[in-house]
């Protein structure tokens, strides 16, 4: 159970920096690499401390509908159709 809140919230700071401005992805990337790392990292033992913090400080930055917009974009092109039909309002 553990594992999986972990990946959850590993996906939500890597949703959150790739909405992120390039410039402020490019200031995380060099000067916090660290923390760059553990997001995008394959390693099954993450610190999540870094992952919360992460996500404290540029959760603020990004919006509702940014991230909804972001996760919209990552569905299949027959998803998407089907949600701009089928529920026109959640679009």
Same mark, same amino acid.
């Given at each position: 159970?553990?594992?999986?809140?972990?990946?959850?919230?590993?996906?939500?700071?890597?949703?959150?920096?790739?909405?992120?401005?390039?410039?402020?992805?490019?200031?995380?990337?060099?000067?916090?690499?660290?923390?760059?790392?553990?997001?995008?990292?394959?390693?099954?033992?993450?610190?999540?401390?870094?992952?919360?913090?992460?996500?404290? +400080?540029?959760?603020?930055?990004?919006?509702?509908?940014?991230?909804? +917009?972001?996760?919209?974009? +990552?569905?299949?092109?027959?998803?998407?159709?089907?949600?701009?039909?089928?529920?026109?309002?959640?679009?």
């Amino acid at each position: 159970m553990a594992m999986n809140k972990k990946s959850a919230t590993q996906t939500k700071a890597q949703e959150i920096f790739q909405i992120l401005p390039v410039e402020k992805q490019k200031k995380i990337q060099k000067n916090e690499l660290d923390v760059y790392k553990t997001i995008f990292s394959n390693d099954i033992l993450l610190d999540s401390n870094i992952l919360n913090d992460f996500i404290n +400080r540029y959760q603020p930055e990004v919006n509702i509908s940014e991230r909804a +917009r972001h996760v919209f974009s +990552r569905l299949t092109l027959l998803k998407q159709t089907t949600i701009k039909t089928s529920e026109p309002k959640m679009y």
